[in-house]
Structure formats: structure tokens, C-alpha cells
């Protein structure tokens, strides 16, 4: 059997399809879509956030934007999703970082909206919610916040460290967290007991 009519993905036809999907201003129904899987495109994004497509970083923003708004989580597989195609990639971490935060309020009554880099602006809460993995060996933190339908951002160190600065402590069950209120939860980050003494 060949697969003689089977055209092989591409970044600027998936890029074209996109644009062609993407009319008005919000971001287009992706989980709406339902078109053939076309399997894998070499397309990655690191840790830190960056694009690459066969290798290379992909530089231009405006296109790196367009493909963020046709990411979709399938299961634990990343596709990009247009009406009439969807390629799997490979996300190294969280495929988006949580560049800075703004903070509205104080207390229970505080919010904190977060904006990534790929200029998408979240609000945690309790559908956004904030959560801290820590490494097995080094015991490093490693903050994320949810974007979008099961899309979390890594949130970078400068922004997690002011997050720090203005955590609190709180009960949870039978045990005090330290953690950070927003949209009306607590997101405990790591147990009060835990923390070095001052």
C-alpha cells in the first residue's frame, strides 16, 4: 500500500491554515475541531519558552503568537490544531512562561493576572489554579499557573520570587502552608514547617 496522496506537514501550510481560521479577535475554537491527524512536525519549545521548527529558533513573534493560538492538549500529547490538520510537538516543560504578574487587591481578596510570552493574560483562580512541582534531586521549585483548557505556563524565577515576597501563611486541612491568594483561593506552594528559619 503507498501513500501516494499523503502530503507531509509544514510549518508555513499549518502557519497559512491558521491564519485562515483565525478570523475576529478572540482565540479561534480549537476544541471545536476535531480534523485528521497528520502525525508528528519537528517543532519543540524549550523550557524557556523558545520556538524551533527542524532545529532552528523560529524568531518571528507574530508567528510564534499565531501557533500559540492553535495549541491544543490532547491527552498528554501537544498538537497544533487547524480546521483541516493537526500536527503533534514536543513541549520540553509547560508550553508557555509566565514572563510577569500584576496584583489587584491584598488578603483573601487579592487577584493576580499573569501575562506569558506569547502575550496571553491569565487570572489565577480556582479554574487558573497556581502549583509548585519540586525537583527529586535538587529540591528546586518549579511554579506554573494554567493559561488555558489544560495549557500552563512556567513561571519564570524574577516573577516567582516577587511571588514569594508577598505569600502568606494559612491553614489547609490540619496543616499551615505558606501560599498566595488569588481569584479567591489558596494555592499552598510549600508547608510552613518547611521553610528555613529566619
Do not use: C
Request: glycine letters at 10%; charged letters at 30%; zero cysteines.
Amino acid at each position: 500500500m503507498t501513500a501516494q496522496n499523503t502530503v507531509k506537514p509544514d510549518a508555513e501550510g499549518i502557519a497559512a491554515s491558521a491564519r485562515a481560521a483565525s478570523k475576529g479577535r478572540g482565540l479561534p475554537p480549537v476544541h471545536k475541531w476535531n480534523p485528521p491527524d497528520m502525525g508528528e512536525i519537528d517543532m519543540r519549545i524549550a523550557r524557556d519558552g523558545t520556538w524551533f521548527h527542524e532545529g532552528t529558533p523560529i524568531n518571528r513573534p507574530e508567528l510564534v503568537r499565531l501557533f500559540s493560538t492553535i495549541l491544543r492538549k490532547d491527552g498528554d500529547r501537544y498538537v497544533l490544531v487547524t480546521p483541516v490538520e493537526k500536527v503533534g510537538i514536543t513541549v520540553e516543560d509547560a508550553p508557555f512562561v509566565a514572563v510577569d504578574f500584576e496584583m489587584e487587591g491584598a488578603g483573601e481578596g487579592q487577584l493576580l493576572r499573569f501575562l506569558t510570552n506569547v502575550s496571553d493574560a491569565t487570572e489565577a483562580g480556582p479554574d487558573k489554579p497556581i502549583r509548585v512541582e519540586r525537583d527529586d534531586e535538587t529540591g528546586e521549585p518549579a511554579p506554573y499557573v494554567m493559561v488555558r483548557d489544560g495549557l500552563e505556563a512556567l513561571i519564570d524565577r524574577k516573577s516567582f520570587y516577587r511571588l514569594v515576597e508577598i505569600g502568606v501563611h494559612h491553614e489547609v486541612g490540619d496543616e499551615r502552608w505558606f501560599g498566595l491568594w488569588s481569584g479567591g483561593a489558596f494555592f499552598p506552594l510549600i508547608p510552613s514547617d518547611d521553610l528555613p528559619s529566619a
